[in-house]
């Protein structure tokens, strides 16, 4: 006989392709579509966006998994909201102290990362309901989904808009990512691209690119187990 005691095990393996990819952010939640489409113009704003929305889910999951158990269920939204709204607090004072320039860049759609349904929905379905190491995982799993997200969006559109690749990535982060700017010398780019107009079409074409992919992945990836659903939020 099975012992219902038993500690529940964490599929970490599950967890990982649920973030990255079966229940990315943009790419299958299609939350956070206003940051998503106003920071990509280029794929450095796209980077330092997701690196800062890392940060909060990985903090918000630990945060709200540690006090699971002090948060009455009756108030639990709002305990959530306060939480998530201290740590982009945080993140947002960090960012100008240390990464100005970017922060200048991002301007307010940093303070708005309290807004994205993705991270309360993370805190309400998984962290408010899990142990502290697979709330903290699933929140570092998300992130870097979002994160590739908002990095292949802007490379697409820089490449197209200006020709360009991480351009002023050294000004904006450091000059330890001075290395990954690029300039393609032979095409100077179209306007388009960089405006939201442009930044609709590509999305339309990587989200049409991520169904294709799914439907050939469907026969290798038959019986695999989904870890989690999509937050029942849809703001944007």
Not at 15 to 44: E, H, K, M, R
Not at 182 to 194: K, Q, R, S, T
Not at 218 to 230: E, F
Request: charged content about 15%.
């Amino acid at each position: 006989m099975a012992d219902d005691t038993a500690p529940e095990r964490t599929d970490y393996k599950a967890i990982t392709l649920d973030g990255l990819w079966d229940n990315n952010v943009i790419f299958s939640q299609l939350l956070a579509l206003c940051p998503l489409l106003a920071v990509t113009s280029t794929a450095t704003n796209g980077l330092g966006m997701g690196l800062a929305t890392t940060v909060v889910l990985v903090a918000s999951g630990l945060s709200i998994s540690l006090l699971r158990s002090l948060i009455p269920p009756d108030v639990r939204i709002p305990a959530f909201v306060l939480v998530i709204a201290t740590l982009v607090t945080l993140v947002d004072m960090a960012m100008n102290a240390w990464v100005h320039e970017l922060h200048k860049v991002l301007g307010l759609f940093i303070p708005l990362i309290v807004t994205n349904c993705a991270i309360l929905g993370r805190a309400e379905i998984f962290a408010s309901k899990k142990s502290v190491a697979p709330s903290t995982y699933d929140g570092l799993m998300m992130g870097m989904g979002f994160t590739a997200a908002l990095v292949v969006l802007g490379a697409i559109r820089e490449v197209l808009g200006s020709g360009t690749l991480f351009a002023g990535a050294s000004l904006l982060l450091g000059n330890a990512f001075k290395s990954i700017e690029m300039n393609i010398a032979v095409y100077d780019g179209m306007l388009l691209f960089a405006l939201p107009p442009g930044g609709f079409v590509v999305l339309g074409f990587v989200l049409a690119g991520k169904r294709v992919l799914d439907q050939k992945l469907k026969p290798w990836r038959k019986g695999q187990p989904k870890q989690t659903d999509a937050p029942a939020c849809h703001t944007v």
